[in-house]
T-cell receptor, first 116, second 116 residues
Framework: NAGVMQNPRHLVRRRGQEARLRCSPV?????VYWYRQLPEEGLKFMVY????????ESGMPKERFSAEFPKEGPSILRIQQVVRGDSAAYFC??????????????FGSGTRLTVV | AQTVTQSQPEMSVQEAETVTLSCTYD???????LFWYKQPPSRQMILVIR??????QNATENRFSVNFQKAAKSFSLKISDSQLGDTAMYFC?????????????FGTGTRLQVTL
């Protein structure tokens, strides 16, 4: 039973390019969360999705960022026209039935995005 | 809004000794969950221990235990018999009672170094 799979593990983009981060949740989990970790900081919530629905995007920047979790395939976090301030580690987590606790929250290993 | 504060950016402990990491939080909720996560250099977020606020008994997981003081809004982590493999960043996190928006609020972390 594989855990949460994120790819790529490392991603380098030039300023102005697009970044696509992928997250495959634990098999059977239908809820996905994205978090961002800036250097030397804790993780900050970005968005919570169910299949084909965005439930809570209160932590997402209003511009350039979008997320989806289609009926088939992984969840995608998309960052358009990246800037240096987007450099961070992006983590995905999944849970069954929206119950983040207790113990139902599984994190991936993250994607480290570097914007040059 | 909830906040989580970790006032110790760095801690050091000798192998086999005991160390306590501090965490305080602020919330108006009565029912919630508290967590300690470990993040080693591999970047993987690993759940160490969790506590349900309605339980008065402090949670324990092998060498890890917490001191949960609900009135003081304090949630410290004690690591006994420290091992070199405990070297990592440790994050305290808060979650409102599980529901449709079960997002985690993290502190800024404590970097723990276990030495010989």
């Amino acid at each position: 039973n594989a855990g949460v799979m994120q790819n790529p593990r490392h991603l380098v983009r030039r300023r102005g390019q697009e970044a696509r981060l992928r997250c495959s949740p634990v098999k059977g989990h239908s809820h996905v969360y994205w978090y961002r970790q800036l250097p030397e900081e804790g993780l900050k919530f970005m968005v919570y999705l169910q299949k084909e629905n965005i439930i809570d995007e209160s932590g997402m920047p209003k511009e350039r960022f979008s997320a989806e979790f289609p009926k088939e395939g992984p969840s995608i976090l998309r960052i358009q026209q990246v800037v240096r301030g987007d450099s961070a580690a992006y983590f995905c987590a999944s849970s069954p039935l929206g119950q983040g606790a207790p113990g139902g929250y599984t994190f991936g290993s993250g994607t480290r995005l570097t914007v040059v | 809004a909830q906040t989580v504060t970790q006032s110790q950016p760095e801690m050091s402990v000798q192998e086999a000794e005991t160390v306590t990491l501090s965490c305080t939080y602020d919330t108006s909720e009565n029912n919630y969950y508290l967590f300690w996560y470990k993040q080693p250099p591999s970047r993987q977020m690993i759940l160490v221990i969790r506590q349900e606020a309605y339980k008065q008994q402090n949670a324990t997981e092998n060498r890890f235990s917490v001191n949960f003081q609900k009135a003081a809004k304090s949630f410290s982590l004690k690591i006994s018999d420290s091992q070199l493999g405990d070297t990592a960043m440790y994050f305290c996190a808060f979650m409102k009672e599980a529901g449709t928006a079960s997002k985690l609020t993290f502190g800024t972390g404590t970097r723990l170094q276990v030495t010989l």
